[in-house]
């Protein structure tokens, strides 16, 4: 809420800005304009009008969006190292890459100001620096950035070998004790719920018809369901190719007959024309591929309109659910999730407790 009060402040001096000069459309956004408003209105004006440049570029009305000013930040080797496996083993976006980046950037300075090595890292270091760090932040980006340093807690321990014990589960908000929670799935009767309440009328609608069965049938994250090309969908086989896949890890997986339907519907006769070769585009100009956070927004916002509390992730722990129901086994199982570790298909064990401690004694030991 003070983010969008500060941004709808810098947005009014913007305008008041703009009406006391004799400015162009063409050249309203661009360097020039914006260094002679920052020298009137100060740095920290900026952010808002970066936010509206960017969204006006996308929507066509701007030839581009203001360039943004950043200094090259050079890391460590090993902080490089991290960098680069999350580009290529967790198909992590520029954007990700460069948030991660500040988050090393600034835990990397910490370590040094205070002479600790990486080494001998311990969990009160890494409280002192979130404490230090995260102060002014929103508990929404704080929860964001602890994700982020998790993660390269993570690498040093299981990757790297570089620190004796994983910190990652340590590191939690308010100084909360890290549990593993068992994923959240839908029931039989939420299920049906579900699906009676998904419509076709609409061309966006068929789209997140055909988007729901891929994570429903298919255990599709959001972010496999977005990368989903043409050229990877074989309709005359029923199999589609997963190739953009979580711990670069491909592979060729089945659809049902009625999960082909969907899709073929939607290319069919609801997908724009475009030039793109992804099949899930956005429905206004320009059309473009739909982000990860697009799919998940989409299909959980299917789930609020007829009353469930889930989110899209849900329905690729109910495909797991239903797997272990049909008898598939725990490797089984983290072949078709696409999972790195067998201990990240562990977790789906906890949700059926009938079936848990007979699949744990069967396979695992």
Request: with cysteine; hydrophobic share 40%; glycine share 4%.
């Amino acid at each position: 809420r003070k983010t969008r009060q500060s941004y709808q402040a810098q947005l009014n001096q913007f305008v008041c800005f703009i009406k006391n000069r004799t400015i162009s459309w063409q050249e309203l956004f661009t360097s020039n304009s914006l260094e002679c408003f920052k020298k009137i209105r100060g740095q920290s004006s900026v952010p808002a009008i970066n936010g509206l440049s960017r969204y006006l570029f996308s929507q066509g009305k701007i030839p581009k969006p203001l360039a943004r000013k950043t200094k090259p930040v050079e890391l460590p080797k090993i902080y490089e190292d991290y960098l680069a496996y999350q580009q290529t083993y967790r198909q992590a976006t520029v954007r990700q890459i460069s948030n991660i980046k500040r988050v090393l950037a600034a835990f990397d300075q910490y370590l040094q100001t205070h002479k600790i090595d990486l080494c001998s890292l311990k969990i009160e270091q890494v409280d002192a620096f979130v404490a230090e760090f995260f102060a002014p932040f929103a508990a929404a980006s704080c929860r964001i950035y602890r994700c982020m340093l998790r993660g390269f807690l993570k690498y040093l321990y299981h990757e790297r070998n570089i620190i004796k014990r994983d910190l990652a589960p340590l590191v939690v908000g308010r100084r909360e004790y890290a549990q593993a929670k068992p994923p959240n799935f839908l029931r039989p009767q939420e299920v049906r719920k579900l699906f009676a309440g998904l419509t076709i009328a609409r061309a966006s609608d068929i789209r997140t018809y055909a988007m729901v069965q891929l994570g429903y049938t298919m255990g599709l994250r959001p972010k496999e369901i977005s990368r989903i090309s043409l050229d990877d969908i074989t309709f005359s086989t029923l199999l589609l190719a997963v190739t953009d896949r979580k711990g670069n890890n491909p592979v060729e997986l089945p659809m049902p007959e009625h999960t082909v339907k969907a899709i073929a519907a939607y290319v069919i006769g609801a997908r724009p024309e475009s030039e793109h070769r992804r099949v899930f585009l956005t429905m206004h100009p320009p059309f473009r591929p739909m982000s990860p956070n697009g799919v998940g927004r989409h299909i959980t916002k299917a789930m609020r309109k007829v009353g469930l509390s889930s989110t899209a992730y849900w329905l690729r722990h109910t495909y797991a659910q239903n797997l272990l129901e049909a008898g598939a086994s725990i490797f089984e199982i983290k072949e078709m999730l696409g999972h790195d570790k067998i201990e990240s298909t562990k977790l789906y064990l906890h949700v059926h407790i009938k079936l848990m401690r007979k699949v744990l004694f069967d396979e695992t030991f």
